[in-house]
């Protein structure tokens, strides 16, 4: 028994509601915190009877004896104002979190399956301990996401505390949608496990769907819809993983059920959860992706009132949608449409000119292509290397224009050859767009920066490679330019020209002292970035001028590894042939037959094969290439590895074979398969699960045929020390259940 002068003064109001008030308070004497829960009537100095509070005391005396890890402490009472105190919660309830946070597949998966734990536990109890208010504000969140609830075994406190009937007190609080069809029905009948059920039903919706259920319905709407048997929009559930999404839809209409009877227990629901979270945190065998968007200068809005061109061209810096390598004619017209849409810029320029030597003026006259009033005003001593607002000056106008001569003029005229725009783009940087080495030429003549690094990083000789510019790239390199200078993700000259497969220019690179081992910040080098694109010919030349095959990313992936992924079978027979290790492994564990397996590689897993890939080597979770082919149904895949000798009886870190994973997935072909090549039909899990246990989860009846004829043991038990049977029996499945007496009509 707590008394409010137990705890500090500055009580923290964290909730107020329906269902009462919730405190945050520290313990004066203990220096801890802890949360006090009072309920409607009890939040003043007690006004019951002796009986009344005798009661109370009892219902919270169970309380404070529940002790498990996913289930919220209660400490003892405090007597005023009258109610419960509680374990602290630094994350907060699940209701608060759902709709702020981005939750992935696999944290929405853990707090569905946590939760089942704690009910399971609690109905587990004798007599069970019923929850009847499970909904995502009891559901509490600790720093690191894991799962307790709170204000299980309330009811008769929520009863004393109203006075109110249950679906009375359920409106009141907001909870009317996580209330069972039967009980809206007014049932005679007292509240049973079965309602918690319901209720996990429509929380998993929640969580999966990250939106409330029945938001906006009226409390009559939403009693006739339940009523009726309708449910949640099963449509906004995200399908990222069809497998385990579907498995998660099935089980959750099963928990909602109209007919008590047909919902599981939280018993089979916390098992068949345990089965589908060690699939969704199985390994993942994707590898990132080089991506390399075109470099060009995006220039700010033409139009004066900040919005694009109508071209969706831009000339500062940035990013477009141009990708292709050679696309040269697409990407020149698109330049030519900017420098045209330029002129209506400048032109808009005039109106901040307030006299005849203003920048605008001269610059709108280079644009123009005025070069005798241009040479007038230059005279008149109008600022040569003056900028308008973007910070052009009149030289990159010249440049943009392409016009040899303006350029020559303001040269002549003192104009610096290295002067930026806002965005670090020199005139050599412009001339590498637009690939004019005329230009290049005369600029480089009057010392203009050739190694200057505009706002991330990229060099004119950057941009050249980048737009496949032989005669600027040429140039540059004549005249000194350092092929190994990097932008910001660490690419240089040669990583590009890779990437967009522009083999002239990564000989030309190469023979000019670019260094083929060097890395970007991600750790690959060029010959990683042009297996990952697929350019045969630049993997051919880096390999004979005698790049590092086997060099390894971050990720400690090879250009094996990513060939292979690609499936691309000629770069794999060229890498292998340059010495590429076949058994090399990612941070994940991954070697390219493992990456093979997962993708249905065929060819390439025979090649690996024939050149001794070690196809029982494990990965992540302890992984093997044949538990990567029935995680992902390839049965073709299977039969070539246990051709090739894969272990059917390897078991992964959680004592998953293959022969499990075929019969989760309920394979019959993968199955069969395994049990040809003599796969253990009662190998076990850590959970004691046999392939049985999960066919009869998964009531697959011509699975279980197949198994029982390879031998499966009914009496095998599972850590709970429950048998197949016995697992049919309880989850209803009649037909198993009679499969399995032998009394299949």
């Not at 509070?53 to 405090?78: M, R, W």
């Not at 967009?500 to 023979?511: D, E, R, S, T």
């Amino acid at each position: 028994m707590f008394s409010q002068g137990d705890f500090e003064e500055d009580w923290l109001l964290l909730a107020s509601g329906g269902f009462g008030q919730v405190f945050r308070v520290r313990h004066k004497r203990w220096r801890t915190v802890h949360v006090v829960k009072c309920f409607p009537g009890l939040q003043q100095a007690p006004t019951f009877d002796r009986t009344t509070l005798d009661i109370l005391s009892e219902e919270a005396a169970k309380l404070e004896k529940v002790k498990f890890q996913h289930a919220v402490s209660v400490y003892g009472l405090c007597d005023s104002p009258v109610g419960v105190v509680m374990e602290h919660m630094s994350g907060g309830s699940l209701a608060k979190t759902l709709p702020t946070h981005q939750m992935t597949r696999q944290l929405k998966s853990r707090i569905i399956h946590e939760t089942s734990l704690a009910m399971n536990f609690l109905h587990s109890l004798n007599p069970p301990l019923l929850h009847l208010n499970l909904k995502p504000g009891n559901i509490l969140l600790d720093a690191h996401m894991h799962v307790k609830i709170s204000d299980f075994g309330l009811f008769k406190w929520m009863e004393v505390s109203s006075g109110m009937p249950y679906i009375e007190r359920s409106a009141l609080n907001n909870s009317l949608g996580y209330v069972a069809p039967e009980m809206l029905l007014q049932s005679t009948k007292p509240p049973g496990t079965k309602c918690d059920v319901y209720s996990f039903g429509i929380v998993m919706w929640e969580i999966l769907t990250q939106k409330k259920a029945y938001a906006g319905a009226s409390m009559v709407t939403i009693i006739m819809d339940v009523a009726a048997g309708k449910r949640p929009c099963l449509a906004l559930i995200c399908d990222d993983s069809p497998g385990e999404r579907q498995q998660m839809v099935d089980l959750m209409k099963r928990c909602w059920d109209q007919d008590p009877k047909r919902r599981p227990s939280f018993t089979d629901i916390s098992a068949e959860l345990d089965i589908l979270l060690s699939l969704i945190q199985s390994p993942v065998v994707d590898l990132k992706k080089e991506h390399l968007s075109r470099k060009t200068s995006l220039r700010p809005g033409f139009s004066g009132s900040g919005e694009s061109n109508k071209d969706g061209f831009a000339l500062s810096q940035g990013t477009s949608s141009i990708d292709g390598a050679n696309d040269k004619d697409h990407f020149c017209s698109s330049l030519q449409n900017a420098v045209e849409s330029l002129e209506s810029f400048i032109l808009s320029e005039e109106a901040n000119e307030s006299h005849e030597n203003s920048p605008g003026l001269l610059h709108r006259l280079v644009a123009e292509g005025h070069l005798e009033k241009v040479a007038v005003l230059l005279r008149q001593g109008a600022d040569v290397n003056g900028k308008i607002p973007c910070g052009y000056t009149a030289l990159i106008v010249a440049v943009q224009k392409r016009s040899l001569e303006m350029v020559s003029l303001l040269l002549k005229h003192g104009a610096d050859a290295s002067t930026p725009d806002n965005d670090g783009w020199t005139p050599l940087h412009f001339v590498a767009q637009n690939g004019d080495d005329r230009i290049a030429r005369l600029l480089l003549d009057h010392k203009a920066d050739m190694d200057a690094q505009e706002l991330d990083g990229w060099t004119p000789l950057l941009l050249a490679s980048q737009n496949n510019f032989e005669n600027v790239v040429r140039l540059l390199l004549s005249r000194q330019a350092d092929p190994n200078v990097q932008e910001s993700e660490g690419r240089t000259a040669l990583h590009v020209a890779a990437y967009y497969g522009q083999v002239k220019l990564v000989k030309m690179l190469a023979n000019q002292g670019a260094d083929v081992e060097k890395k970007q910040k991600n750790h690959r080098t060029p010959l990683h970035v042009a297996v990952e694109k697929g350019k045969f010919r630049v993997v051919q030349y880096l390999l004979k001028k005698g790049t590092v095959v086997n060099s390894l990313d971050q990720n400690l992936c090879s250009p094996l590894h990513l060939a292979v992924l690609k499936g691309k079978y000629l770069l794999c027979e060229m890498l292998i042939r340059h010495e590429a290790d076949v058994d090399l492994s990612t941070d994940k564990g991954w070697t390219p037959l493992h990456l093979a397996s997962a993708k249905g590689h065929m060819e390439i897993i025979r090649l690996l094969a024939d050149n001794r890939a070690q196809v029982n080597a494990r990965g992540s979770l302890g992984w093997t290439p044949l538990h990567l082919a029935m995680h992902c149904c390839k049965e073709v895949v299977a039969s070539e590895l246990l051709r090739r000798g894969a272990d059917p009886n390897a078991a992964e870190d959680s004592g998953w074979t293959p022969l499990h994973l075929a019969v989760q997935r309920g394979t019959l072909p993968g199955t069969m398969t395994l049990l040809e090549h003599k796969a253990d039909v009662n190998s076990k899990n850590k959970a004691g699960w046999t392939p049985t246990h999960l066919a009869v989860l998964k009531g697959n009846l011509p699975i279980i045929k197949k198994l029982l004829q390879a031998g499966a043991i009914l009496e095998m038990e599972d850590d709970a020390g429950c048998t197949p049977l016995q697992l049919a029996v309880r989850s209803q499945k009649q037909n198993i259940v009679d499969l399995l007496l032998g009394q299949e009509s």
